[in-house]
């Protein structure tokens, strides 16, 4: 069974800062995706990256896959409380799967 | 276009009671799933159906069962509840991204 880690498991920040959260594993993922999710919803989906070492943005957010495929990351520039919620990454091994590995998420606050 | 729906929003069960979710996707997908959340432990997929009458268990099957009715529909039942099985459990349909209903939150007494 492949795992992703995230990290950190929660974050507070006061708006205007920046952060990163990150997605790790020890395995190769053929593609990976990255989901928000606001209480009493279900998550939704953000971006998918396909190919290492690919960045895609998303007007204040930045998303990396890392060159192996093992990680990635989400970086948001001067956060707002719109941020807040719970983001979760998920993979793809691409072995003939249906299925999708998620992370266990991290929750974020953004203080005005 | 709702997307994927779900039935009901929230249930209380008293342990042993027995009752099924229904999930609804109008997106024409071949895949839906079935997962659970609980605090701390993200997404665990009960079962999933890669096409029509086909499902496959997946990381917590234990406790549960399910039917894909036909393209549409994906029903999750339990037989016997048990207090572990209080959690929120999502519905999902796929092409390549992963749309999950609004979840049902149930609760076993």
């Known amino acids: 069974t492949q795992l992703l880690e995230q990290s950190p498991q929660f974050l507070s920040i006061q708006e205007g800062e920046n952060l990163t959260v990150y997605c790790n594993s020890s395995s190769v993922f053929s593609s990976l995706q990255w989901y928000r999710q606001e209480p009493g919803e279900g998550p939704v989906l953000l971006v998918t990256v396909v190919t290492g070492g690919e960045v895609k943005k998303l007007k204040r957010l930045t998303f990396q896959f890392g060159d192996a495929r093992k990680d990635s990351s989400l970086h948001i520039t001067a956060a707002q409380p719109g941020d807040t919620g719970l983001y979760l990454c998920?993979?793809?091994?691409?072995?003939?799967?249906?299925?999708?590995?998620f992370g266990k998420g991290t929750k974020l606050s953004v203080i005005p | 276009n709702a997307g994927v729906t779900q039935t009901p929003k929230f249930q209380v069960l008293k342990t042993g009671q027995s009752m099924t979710l229904q999930c609804a996707q109008d997106?024409?997908?071949?895949?839906m799933y079935w997962y659970r959340q609980d605090p701390g432990m993200g997404l665990r997929l009960i079962y999933y159906s890669a096409s029509e009458g086909t499902t496959d268990k997946g990381e917590v099957p234990n406790g549960y069962n399910v039917s894909r009715l036909n393209k549409r529909e994906f029903s999750l039942r339990l037989e016997s509840a048990a207090p572990s099985q209080t959690s929120v459990y999502f519905c999902a349909s796929s092409d390549w991204t992963q749309y999950f209903g609004p979840g049902t939150r149930l609760l076993v007494l």
């Open positions: 998920a993979g793809f091994d691409g072995a003939g799967s249906y299925q999708l590995t």
């Open positions: 997106m024409n997908h071949n895949s």
